[in-house]
């Protein structure tokens, strides 16, 4: 037997000490702060943005913070600028009819950032600003803008299997780019487009609980039927069960059956057109009956959510088409002083009772609907202290099959 003496074992002498595996357990434990980056063509710009959803509060909106990141000699004494854009979209490929154009910029700003027009201290507004321009070095120039209290979240409606290029939709983005000017045509090798989201939470939750009552009188019936339909609440969260109670006490001659519940999601287009679009997003059908002379007393479930819906033409989004990190629409809460023509597309949704009164005379349908609310629910509190280091991940979303994107659209290819 031949024996092994430690110079023989370089193996294990390759092995992490308890210190060196207790500090790769710590970098793994601790916190990060995800970074979200996209780079134009030409390497000439890079954008850093550190969320891509930014909350409508209600009394503030959350601004847009970031950093550009400049090659100096691919802008060849070029200019740099950032837009923050709010568009509305109503029609396919916004094209024009009759000289009516069917898309509007409902808010358009433009920044210069390069050369800068003031000291980067000045023009640093938040901590996570800060660190980036640490990180990043002498060619990273900060941009900060803050949304108008009158514009609405985004919102979009979901193209069909075979439907092509761009839909209806609210949509904001942030663009970076070079030029001589402003308002020059934007050279797309040099540019760096990225679509953000502006999203709302639900408010404190009220103790409002929606219902709503009706008596139904028919021909050569003494007696009515009376119908009671309740929710335990006014709002409900994206993907939570949504409980709806029904009375019925019928005693009328008729008899009730065919009792179904549905969820209808309900979207006003309120700019150029005031089309209406009325979409069941979740169902109930029953065998349940209430024959003359009886009573039921029943709480039904409904599921209103993207995933029974997939595929479905004209069902409203959160955010725009392509991205499959999405959900249902939230319901539009409009300010006080907001004029709804400028909302775009305004979403709201009702349960719906429907039953069938069969008698000797005939059949007849009778229906009975609440509104609620369906929102994001508020998270907590984020803590006041932020992860000290940042990953950085390339900006994208995932893509919805079978949509095609124009030549000026963000596509997997220009990540």
């Not at 030409?42 to 509060?57: C, G, N, P, Q, T």
């Not at 396919?92 to 201290?121: C, H, I, N």
């Not at 209406?276 to 039904?300: I, M, R």
């Not at 229906?367 to 932020?386: N, R």
């Amino acid at each position: 037997m031949s024996s092994i003496t430690r110079g023989d074992t370089p193996a294990l002498e390759a092995w992490p000490t308890v210190a060196e595996r207790d500090a790769i357990l710590l970098d793994e434990m601790t916190p990060k702060q995800v970074i979200f980056k996209k780079v134009s063509r030409d390497k000439s710009v890079a954008v850093y943005l550190a969320k891509r959803d930014f909350v409508d509060h209600c009394d503030f909106v959350d601004p847009v913070d970031g950093v550009v990141v400049i090659d100096p000699t691919q802008l060849k004494g070029r200019k740099v600028y950032v837009m923050l854009s709010c568009t509305f979209r109503y029609g396919r490929q916004d094209m024009d009819v009759m000289g009516v154009a069917f898309r509007r910029d409902l808010f358009l700003v433009t920044r210069q950032v390069y050369p800068e027009l003031q000291d980067k201290e000045k023009l640093t507004h938040t901590k996570i600003q800060q660190k980036l321009l640490r990180k990043l070095g002498d060619n990273a120039f900060p941009f900060f803008f803050e949304f108008p209290d009158n514009l609405p979240c985004s919102v979009s409606l979901q193209p069909g299997p075979l439907d092509e290029g761009k839909k209806c939709a609210v949509e904001f983005e942030v663009k970076a780019f070079c030029g001589e000017a402003q308002d020059e045509k934007i050279d797309k090798q040099s540019s760096v487009r990225l679509t953000i989201r502006k999203i709302q939470f639900s408010p404190e939750n009220t103790e409002l609980a929606p219902v709503a009552e009706m008596t139904f009188e028919f021909l050569m019936s003494e007696k009515p039927l009376q119908v009671k339909l309740s929710l335990p609440k006014e709002t409900f969260y994206h993907g939570e069960p949504l409980k709806a109670n029904v009375e019925i006490t019928n005693s009328s001659s008729r008899n009730i059956k065919d009792i179904s519940l549905s969820v209808e999601q309900v979207t006003n287009v309120v700019l150029y057109s005031n089309d209406k679009y009325v979409k069941s997003v979740a169902k109930e059908e029953t065998d349940d009956s209430v024959p003359s002379g009886t009573t039921l007393k029943k709480e039904y479930t409904l599921h209103p959510l993207l995933a029974y819906n997939k595929d479905r033409r004209g069902i409203a989004l959160d955010g725009r088409l392509k991205h499959e990190d999405t959900n249902l629409a939230s319901s539009s809460i409009v300010k006080q002083e907001v004029l709804k023509e400028i909302q775009g597309m305004l979403v709201s949704y009702k349960v719906v009772l429907k039953m069938i009164a069969s008698g000797m005379v005939g059949s007849s349908e009778v229906s009975l609907e609440v509104p609620f609310k369906l929102m994001h629910s508020k998270p907590e509190a984020a803590k006041e202290s932020e992860p000290d280091d940042m990953v950085f991940e390339d900006f994208k979303r995932d893509y919805l099959k079978g949509v095609v994107y124009g030549d000026d659209d963000e596509s997997p290819a220009e990540l």
